[in-house]
């Protein structure tokens, strides 16, 4: 029997009926042998999580505010949850603790880290199994950055001694013995790390979502789901916006192969969406994968004469960038042009000089920019080897009357990437997923 690691997300563990489904969930499959939990997420859109709760806590207290009523509600709804599960679990000395530990100035990554870390404790002792403490073995160093191989050598030997334990997500500690998290969403990670340290067969990770979908559901209405995507696939979609995974969770698995299934905890019997490295019968696979996009980019067009010849005038113009602290997204390229792509936010108060020293230093004949830009990616991995998926493309913009500021096709030939007006981004990605699905 091979074994699987579960993570479920904060949405699948938020109150006592959601727990019982997480249950039944791990009951289902003995090979669900790890399982990794996040705090209690909302319950209704208008509803806390606890994580920001916690944060909320840590802030009074370093504001010398009162926080006790803000740690009683989140003490409530951790004692609602074990009353109604009806477990015999006394969990008041652990908040006490939490509650005077906080008081004495705990840092903001412990008083974040108790949301996973009780979760866990109600979870483990609901499914009967073990509970282990992610402090003893995921590991970061004095700087605070997270340490792999160490982590997998302790996670490796804590694990021997526990075949089916809950370890919750999102934080580890230093070489100290202090808490450290990972950045917003990293139970995610954590479940990814454990995957690759015990060398799992399958990385489930249960949301409240099945899946990914081609589109996102709030611009294109009932987008079809995406079964089987690759790893770089899905990098490149969750880069260009689409979220459901935490970016850095794909990592740890992706090198070692490991697939990741996408779950829904409302409906397990939903298959989800594979993330695996690749797909071996490439004919069975659609036109493209999906699409997403961001707006609010701004582009910053240099025109030289010759500037093909010009021995180190990309070095030049991207270390201005970099003195002022900016970094480029794209920088598609002619013959005498180059294009830089940038998170506007990036440039605020820094466009003008920027230029200024772009035309001190470079002497070009003609610099550009274009405010408003929104880009969009259109992923599949057929476009290597498939003809007429661009046309489709450009032919659905054209038809919705877009005007495509710009094109960048990776070199991997996995994407099309093009820049349109802000205003033209619903229009654009509903006119392009309509191209490959009708
Ligand atoms: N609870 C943490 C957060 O809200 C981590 C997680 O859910 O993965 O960001």
Known sequence: MGIKVAKFGGSSLACAKSFQRVFAIVMADPSRCYVVPSAPGKRFSQD?????????CHDHVQRSLPFSDVFKQISQRYLGIVKELDLDLDLTPELQLIESNMQKQSTADYAASRGEYLNGIILAAYLGFDFVDPALAVSFDQNGCFNLKRTEEKL????????????PGFYGAMPNGSIKTFTRGGSDITGSIIARSIKADLYENWTDVSGFLMADPRIVSNPKPISVITYSE?????????????????????????PINIRNTNEPDNPGTM???????????????????????????????????????????????EDHNVSFEHLPSGID???????????????????????????????????????IATVGQSMAYRSGIAVK????????????????????????????????????????YQAYNS
């Open 48 to 56: 806390d999580k606890v994580t920001d709760l916690l944060y909320v």
């Open 393 to 432: 493309l450009f032919r659905a913009l054209a038809d919705a009357k877009i005007n495509v500021r710009m094109i960048d096709q990776g070199s991997s030939e996995m994407n099309i990437i093009v820049g349109i007006e802000n205003k033209d981004f619903e229009k654009a990605i509903t006119a392009i």
């Open 337 to 375: 042009i180059v294009s830089l792509v940038i998170i506007e936010s990036q440039l605020a108060g820094k466009l003008d000089q920027i230029i200024a020293e772009i035309r001190q230093q470079l002497h070009p004949d003609k610099v550009e920019v274009f405010h408003d830009i929104a880009l």
């Open 156 to 167: 490796v030997e804590v694990l021997a001694s526990h075949p089916r334990a809950v370890i």
């Open 275 to 321: 993330i695996v490295r690749q797909v071996d019968n490439v004919d069975s696979i659609g036109d493209i994968t999906g699409i997403a996009g961001r707006k609010d980019f701004v582009i910053v067009s240099i025109e030289k004469a010759l500037m093909n010849s010009e021995l180190g005038f990309v070095r030049r113009l991207l270390s201005i960038i």
């Open 234 to 258: 899905l990098r490149e979609l969750a880069y260009n916006g689409a979220n459901v995974l935490h970016e850095a969770a794909i990592f740890p698995v992706r090198q070692v192969g490991i």
